[in-house]
């Protein structure tokens, strides 16, 4: 009997794939029939050919001679940088939120609370559109900028600030600091895994920090140890020299920050709140002090609850970046929109826009859990 089950299980699953795979195979072969039959033409061959169009913001070498796929991949980096540095500062700002909401203190908890009703309850697009604004016309023009000494000028076409001159030192040093960083992380599991295994403590803080600021040093010192610093100049209509972080990149990321920190501030407080209380008393019977409560006993049996539904914030906010476009930063929609109107391969491109999203998002969610798996409580 139970082999008939399995048998028509499997029979069932293979018919219901086939004939998914039998409409995908439909509507697949239509599309290409009746883009042939009016003269269009399908393919990726555009990728290679010159873009002709410029982008203002870039991580790396770009003018408008190169070709459609370079110009692509300064989009998806401009996603993925405001996307990245959106996480790190939403997570940091709702964590403090969600933990504010739960304060004793009367005027903290009410005004966490105003804060996390207010940004929830506006749509995301009309919030990057107020902060477009406040950073476009509500600072000083250029000649009128706000000066912090003369190494940093705020105006409306962004915060100019002083910046080390190129050279192949300060490349060493960020990769020795990456490098430290991994380096960092090896140690930490080699210091847990003795305590585990023997008892012994070893040093943590003092490797790291002396790897994370020994080892960019040696690094820059070695690549001859520059220190010519640009100097932001007026220079016409605009400052010159130096690095500037645009007004729209600025609205992007704070817009982005501000209205995803206010749903996980609500996932941290649910967390928190599902550990029980007593754990709470208990860390009090020790004589613990409420910060040391928070950081040593309630939230990391809060992870298990908070864990997964951050998964779906990050998610969000990876994917909300694609709102982008309203603003003009130049993210990987913004230049795929370009791309269509230029080539017509508008099937293709929004082909790609899928496939990047998707493997974005799942590279996401592997990683959280992997995470949520390496903190998990395992039950005896």
Not at 52 to 69: H, M, N, P, V
Not at 113 to 135: K, T
Request: a positive charge; proline letters at 4%; glycine letters at 8%.
């Amino acid at each position: 009997m139970l082999k008939s089950e399995r048998a028509r299980g499997v029979l069932y699953q293979a018919l219901l794939l086939a004939a998914v795979g039998g409409i995908v195979w439909y509507l697949l072969s239509n599309t290409l029939h009746n883009l042939a039959s009016r003269g269009i033409q399908v393919g990726f061959a555009f990728l290679g050919r010159e873009a002709g169009f410029e982008i203002a913001e870039k991580l790396i070498e770009y003018d408008s001679t190169r070709s459609y796929a370079h110009a692509l991949a300064v989009g998806l980096l401009n996603t993925l940088h405001v996307a990245f540095l959106g996480v790190v500062i939403a997570t940091t700002l709702g964590t403090l939120l969600g933990v504010a909401r739960l304060s004793s203190n009367w005027l903290v908890a009410r005004l966490a609370g105003v804060y996390v009703e207010f940004m929830r309850n506006i749509p995301l697009l009309l919030q990057l559109l107020v902060w477009y604004g406040i950073f476009t016309e509500l600072l000083p023009g250029v000649r009128q900028a706000i000066r912090i000494g003369d190494w940093i000028f705020i105006s409306q076409r962004g915060f100019r600030f002083a910046w080390p001159e190129a050279h192949p030192g300060w490349d060493a040093a960020f990769w020795a600091f990456v490098a430290a960083g991994v380096l960092s992380l090896i140690w930490r599991a080699v210091v847990r895994r003795r305590q585990a295994t023997t008892g012994e403590q070893w040093p943590l803080a003092l490797p790291v920090c002396a790897l994370m600021a020994g080892l960019p040093a040696i690094a820059w010192a070695i690549m001859g140890a520059p220190t010519t610093i640009e100097i932001p100049t007026l220079r016409g209509f605009d400052y010159q020299g130096g690095k500037v972080i645009s007004p729209e990149f600025t609205a992007l990321l704070v817009g982005l920050s501000t209205y995803t920190a206010a749903f996980i501030a609500e996932v941290v407080r649910a967390g928190i709140l599902a550990v029980d209380r007593g754990q709470g008393e208990a860390a009090m019977a020790l004589g613990l002090s409420p910060g040391q409560r928070l950081r040593l006993i309630t939230l990391p049996q809060a992870l298990r609850v908070i864990i997964p539904p951050m998964t779906s914030q990050y998610l969000n906010l990876t994917k909300n970046s694609s709102l982008a476009v309203a603003i003009g930063y130049p993210d990987l929609v913004a230049i795929a929109n370009t791309t269509m109107n230029q080539t017509g391969q508008a099937i293709e491109a929004i082909a790609m826009l899928m496939a990047v999203y998707l493997s974005i998002s799942i590279a996401i969610s592997l990683f959280m859990n992997w995470y949520n798996a390496r903190v998990r409580l395992v039950e005896r």
